[in-house]
C-alpha cells in the first residue's frame, strides 16, 4: 500500500488488478461559488460529510456561505479570487479539509491545481493532473481520440501560430473554418471564418479570447459543420478500471457557443446510435484510464454521422438532466469514487422519461443577450411534481458583474418528451423574478416554437428562428415602470391598484403626480399587470436619448479592445469596440454611417450601461 492522500491509501483490488483507494472523505472545500457550489454542499451533508465555503468581497451573505459548515475568505489578489490556487490549498489546509471538489469553471479543468492539492496531501475530487492535462489541451484530445478510434472533425493536427498557416489550411480544406482555443471551452476562444477575408478577424479574435480566459492563446483549425446538434455523453470512471457511460444530454440550443436549454435524452438519437455513442464515450476513457465524472461532447451531423468535439473533465452544468432520468445523484457519485468505492451503476442504462433545463440568467435576450447584473427585487421559484430548481441568489440579492449571469437552473422531467416540455412551459410561467431582465420570456418562447416542440433543433436554432427573440417580450415578467415627469413637467410616481369588476380581480398600475395620495408600488408578483416599455438599442450598443451621434455601452463591463480612431470613417453596424460583461463579450456597433469624432475610453476601463463609447461628427 502506499500513500494517494492525506489519510488515503491504495489498495489493489484481487478482482482488477486495479488500484483502488480505500478511505472515508470527512471535511471537503469547496473551490467554487454560486449554485454549484451549493449543489456539492448538499451532496456532502446527505453523505454525512462537512463541506468548507470560500468567498469573495462581497459575499460574505452568500446562499452558498451560509449553507456550509465553515466559510473563509479568499486572499485578496489580482484578478478573480476563485482562480487563485495557493490561496485555496491554504485555505484547505488551513480548514482541515482532507478533499478539495472544483465544481465546474474557475480552476475545475486545471491540471496544476489539481497537482497542488495532491501535493498538499489533499484528495482531488476528480481525474489525475495527467488526464485533466492531456484532454484539456484540445489538440492532444484530438490524438488520444483519433488513438481511441473515436472519429473527429476534421481539423489540425497541430496547434496554428500565425494567420498566414491558418489561411493556407483553409484554403486547402474549404470553409466555414471553426479557430478554437486550445486550452479552453464553453464556447470562449471559438470563432467562424466563412471566408479568407473573415479568417484574420476569427484568428486573432479567438486568440485573444484564449489568452484573457485560459491563459493559453494557442488555437488549431476545425472544419464548421453548418447544422449540427450539440450531444454529449456523461462518462464515470472508478479507481478499479470501471468505465461507464450514460444517456446522452442534448445541448443545441445555444448563444454565442453557449448552452441555453438541455435535455435528455435527445429526440435525435435512436437506441442503436446511443449505444455507438457510448460505445465511443467508454473506449476515450478507458484510453486515458479516466475516474471521476467527465462529459465527452460531440457534433451529430444531419446524416447521424457523429464527430468527437471535446473532453469535459469535471462536472457539467446540465449534468442535472443526466441526474433526472438515471435516478443517480452524479456529485455525491464523484466523491464516493473519491473515497475509492467502486460505481454504483453500469453501462447500458436507458434513460426512465425526458427531463429539461433551462438556465435563468440575468440577461436581456432582446439586446443580444447582453448581460444585466444587478439586484433582484422579487423572487418566486416555481413548485410542484417533477420540478427542480438549483439556485443561489434570492429576493433582495445582487448578481456582481465579476462574474457569470446564471441566477438558477430549472429543471423539468416528464414520462416522455411532450410532457416534460409543458412542465418546463408552466415551471417557466410560475418563476417570477423581477429587478433584472432575465432569460425566462426567450425560453418560454423558445420551447414553444414549432421547430422546438417537433424536436427539430440544431446548434443554429437562433440564427434560423430569429423570430423566437422577437417573440421572448410576450412572456415578459412585468419590471416596475419608469418614472418621469409629467406633460405639466410634474414628478410622476408609479402606483399599484387592486380593482374588483363583477367579482374579477385586477391589478392595475396608475402614474399620477406625486404626493397625489396614491401609495407607491409594491412589488407586483403577477404576469399580467403592466409592461415596461421596450428597451431600444443601436445596432448593438445603445444611443443616449436625444444624442443619436453618441454611441454607448449597452451592458455594465469592462472596456477589452477599441476598435477605431477619431477621424475614422465607419460603416453602420461596424463594430466599434467590445465590452466584456459576466464573462461575455458584447460588441458595440455603430447605428450609422459616419465619421468618428472622438473616442470616450480605452480598453481595459470599467463602463457602466450607457457610458459612451464613441461619439460620431453630427450628421448632414
Not at 482488477?16 to 480505500?22: I, K, M, S
Not at 449505444?275 to 465527452?296: E, S
Not at 432569460?439 to 414549432?450: D, G, S, V
Request: proline content about 5%; some cysteine.
Amino acid at each position: 500500500m502506499r500513500a494517494l492522500g492525506r489519510g488515503v491509501r491504495v489498495k489493489v483490488s484481487e478482482e482488477t488488478g486495479q488500484q483502488g483507494a480505500q478511505a472515508a472523505i470527512k471535511r471537503v472545500l469547496v473551490a467554487n461559488r454560486g449554485e454549484i457550489a451549493l449543489r456539492i454542499i448538499r451532496a456532502c451533508h446527505e453523505l454525512g460529510i462537512e463541506a468548507v465555503a470560500v468567498y469573495g468581497p462581497g459575499e460574505e451573505q452568500a446562499q452558498h456561505v451560509i449553507a456550509a459548515d465553515d466559510a473563509y475568505r479568499l486572499p485578496d489578489v489580482a484578478g478573480i479570487p476563485y482562480l487563485n490556487v495557493d490561496g485555496l490549498v491554504a485555505v484547505a489546509q488551513r480548514a482541515g479539509a482532507d478533499a478539495v471538489h472544483p465544481g465546474y469553471g474557475f480552476l475545475a479543468e486545471n491540471a496544476g491545481f489539481a497537482a497542488a492539492v495532491g501535493a498538499a496531501g489533499l484528495a482531488f475530487i476528480g481525474p489525475s493532473p495527467e488526464v485533466i492535462a492531456a484532454m484539456g489541451d484540445k489538440v492532444e484530445a484530438r490524438r488520444v481520440a483519433i488513438e481511441a478510434g473515436v472519429p473527429v472533425v476534421p481539423g489540425t493536427q497541430e496547434p496554428v501560430a500565425t494567420v498566414e498557416e491558418a489561411l493556407a489550411w483553409a484554403d486547402t480544406h474549404g470553409y466555414p473554418v471553426a479557430v478554437k482555443a486550445a486550452g479552453g471551452g464553453g464556447g470562449r476562444g471559438f470563432r467562424v471564418a466563412r471566408s479568407a477575408g473573415e479568417l484574420p478577424d476569427a484568428f486573432a479574435g479567438s486568440r485573444g479570447e484564449a489568452e484573457r480566459y485560459f491563459s493559453n492563446s494557442v488555437v488549431y483549425l476545425e472544419r464548421y459543420l453548418e447544422r449540427p446538434r450539440h450531444i454529449e455523453v456523461q462518462v464515470f470512471g472508478d479507481t478499479f478500471g470501471t468505465v461507464v457511460a450514460l444517456p446522452e444530454r442534448d445541448c443545441s440550443v445555444q448563444r454565442r457557443h453557449q448552452k441555453l436549454i438541455e435535455e435528455s435524452p435527445s429526440p435525435a438519437v435512436t437506441p442503436a446510435l446511443r449505444a455507438r455513442l457510448q460505445d465511443a464515450t467508454v473506449a476515450l476513457g478507458r484510453r486515458v484510464g479516466y475516474v471521476g465524472a467527465g462529459t465527452v461532447e460531440y457534433l451529430l451531423d444531419v446524416d447521424g454521422s457523429f464527430y468527437f468535439l471535446e473532453m469535459n473533465t469535471r462536472i457539467q452544468v446540465e449534468h442535472t438532466v443526466t441526474e433526472m432520468v438515471t435516478g443517480i445523484d452524479l456529485v455525491a457519485e464523484q466523491i464516493r469514487v473519491a473515497e475509492g468505492h467502486p460505481l454504483s451503476f453500469a453501462s447500458g442504462m436507458e434513460p426512465k422519461g425526458w427531463a429539461f433545463e433551462a438556465r435563468i440568467n440575468a440577461e436581456d435576450a432582446a439586446r443580444g443577450f447582453a448581460p444585466a447584473p444587478g439586484t433582484i427585487t422579487v423572487y418566486r421559484e416555481p413548485a410542484g411534481f417533477g420540478v427542480r430548481v438549483d439556485a443561489a441568489f434570492g429576493e433582495g440579492e445582487t448578481i456582481p458583474a465579476s462574474y457569470d449571469s446564471m441566477i438558477a437552473k430549472l429543471v423539468t422531467w416528464g414520462r416522455d418528451r411532450e410532457e416534460a416540455r409543458r412542465r418546463l412551459a408552466r415551471a417557466l410561467r410560475d418563476f417570477h423574478v423581477q429587478g433584472v431582465p432575465t432569460t425566462i420570456p426567450f425560453h418560454l418562447a423558445a420551447i414553444e416554437h414549432p421547430s422546438f416542440v417537433a424536436g427539430e433543433v440544431f446548434t443554429t436554432f437562433l440564427a434560423d428562428h430569429p423570430e423566437v427573440v422577437e417573440a421572448s417580450t410576450a412572456h415578459a415578467d412585468p419590471v416596475p415602470l419608469p418614472l418621469g415627469a409629467g406633460d405639466d413637467g410634474a414628478d410622476l410616481q408609479r402606483s399599484s391598484l387592486l380593482v374588483e369588476v363583477g367579482g374579477r380581480r385586477f391589478a392595475v398600475d396608475v402614474l399620477a403626480p406625486a404626493g397625489a395620495g396614491l401609495a407607491p408600488a409594491a412589488a407586483t408578483n403577477g404576469r399580467r399587470e403592466a409592461r415596461a416599455p421596450k428597451r431600444r438599442s443601436g445596432a448593438g450598443g445603445v444611443r443616449v436619448a436625444g444624442d443619436a451621434d453618441t454611441i454607448a455601452s449597452g451592458v455594465q463591463g469592462t472596456v477589452i479592445r477599441v476598435n477605431v480612431t477619431p477621424g475614422e470613417e465607419v460603416a453602420a453596424g461596424q463594430v466599434v469596440a467590445v465590452v466584456e460583461a459576466m464573462k461575455m463579450e458584447n460588441e458595440v456597433t455603430a447605428p450609422r454611417a459616419g465619421m468618428v469624432a472622438s473616442v470616450e475610453v480605452a480598453a481595459g476601463a470599467s463602463v457602466a450601461l450607457g457610458a459612451a463609447i464613441v461619439r460620431l461628427e453630427a450628421a448632414g
